[in-house]
């Protein structure tokens, strides 16, 4: 199995940034791609990014694209999300997910973490 662990949510105001961290382990998590959702109240859980644990391939949603960025940090064993230029419409829980794709549907993921709070203050 695959564990993950989120981190670094918090209350910032619109213009801010904030980085999540999302701690992997497992046997088989160099199979995994490991991606980024976000679930506002009353809303679905949509897909932010995704990397590839093997080679670091990215893929993002495009209302996120060119303020959040997805990496691996290789020293602590974590993806991280760096979030720039915040937005009030990015206030959600965000969840870091492992799938065997590069896939956009919550559906289409094996295991998850328990979630960070991102609030964004207008």
């Known amino acids: 199995q695959v564990q993950l662990v989120e981190s670094g949510g918090g209350l910032v105001q619109t213009g801010g940034s904030l980085r999540l961290s999302c701690a992997a382990s497992?046997?088989?998590?160099?199979?995994?791609?490991i991606a980024w959702f976000r679930q506002a109240p009353g809303k679905e859980r949509k897909f932010v990014a995704t990397?590839?644990?093997?080679?670091?391939?990215?893929f993002y949603e495009s209302a996120v694209k060119g303020r959040f960025t997805i990496s691996r940090d290789n020293v602590n064993d974590t993806v991280l999300l760096q979030m720039d230029s915040l937005k009030p419409e990015d206030t959600a829980v965000y969840f870091c997910?492992?799938?065997?794709?590069?896939?956009?549907?919550?559906?289409?993921?094996?295991?998850w973490g328990q979630g960070t709070q991102v609030t964004v203050s207008s």
């Open positions: 497992g046997r088989t998590v160099s199979n995994y791609f």
């Open positions: 990397i590839s644990w093997r080679d670091s391939g990215t």
């Open positions: 997910a492992a799938g065997r794709g590069i896939y956009t549907s919550s559906y289409d993921y094996d295991y």
